[in-house]
């Protein structure tokens, strides 16, 4: 990227991660020790709301680093977009903190499809390229859902709130890339279509058939899709 772009990068980040601790207490449990590191490996039984916390004696530099945001996710595959995710698993000093981010990074006229994060606001910040962005309602009292879009270019934020359903689509002829803050360390995702169609066992063809009005066979196709 040129000398201005790294700025811009630069100044993305701290912004999207000043932006995101104002959320970052919202849903995650607030922290009671300066730092809980998360713990992979335990003999115990007892289940806790996140991850085992390290003992502090053994704790290291490396538990609070991360490295690689820089490096473009590859994104040859079918929907030509891909994620870097920066949650718990990936930086473990992240536990207890209630904050997390990504990269994601699309190929020309890529699309990161419909999906939900059931435990976290996303505040997309798009630091190179064009995206058309948006969200839809939960269901209204007039039983409508609403659909919120909008094109967004370098330098553009935008909120997705917790568990709506939401998407982007690269509509430029380049690259692009996002960065995106959560107020969780964890904020998991629902990807629409896999998990509708590809949910193992596979949910019923005729609760599908009747849920989407559709004929049978297009149901037991779009399963044969999305199916593992």
Do not use: W
């Not at 995206?131 to 839809?136: C, D, N, R």
């Not at 997705?160 to 380049?174: A, E, R, T, V």
């Not at 995702?189 to 509708?196: D, E, S």
């Amino acid at each position: 990227m040129m000398k201005g772009s790294v700025l811009m990068y630069q100044v993305a980040t701290v912004a999207l991660l000043a932006l995101a601790c104002s959320l970052a207490f919202a849903y995650d449990p607030s922290p009671l020790q300066d730092f809980c590191v998360a713990l992979d490996k335990y003999d115990s039984a007892v289940f806790v709301n996140g991850k085992f916390c390290k003992d502090p004696k053994d704790v290291k530099a490396e538990d609070f680093f991360f490295s690689g945001l820089n490096v473009a996710a590859d994104t040859s595959g079918q929907l030509g977009s891909n994620a870097t995710n920066v949650f718990v698993d990936q930086l473990p000093g992240l536990n207890t903190l209630g904050i997390s981010m990504a990269r994601v990074d699309y190929a020309p006229y890529g699309v990161n499809p419909p999906h939900t994060h059931p435990r976290g606001t996303e505040l997309f910040i798009v630091l190179e390229g064009t995206l058309l962005a948006g969200f839809v309602t939960s269901n209204q009292a007039d039983g409508t859902n609403r659909l919120f879009t909008k094109v967004l270019n370098a330098g553009d934020v935008t909120v997705f709130p917790i568990g709506l359903i939401h998407f982007q689509i690269n509509i430029g002829k380049s690259k692009a890339i996002a960065l995106a803050g959560f107020n969780s360390q964890n904020p998991g995702v629902i990807t629409i279509a896999n998990a509708v169609f590809g949910s193992e066992p596979p949910i019923n063809p005729d609760v599908l058939t009747k849920a989407f009005q559709v004929d049978k066979n297009i149901i037991e196709y779009l399963q044969k899709q999305f199916g593992k």
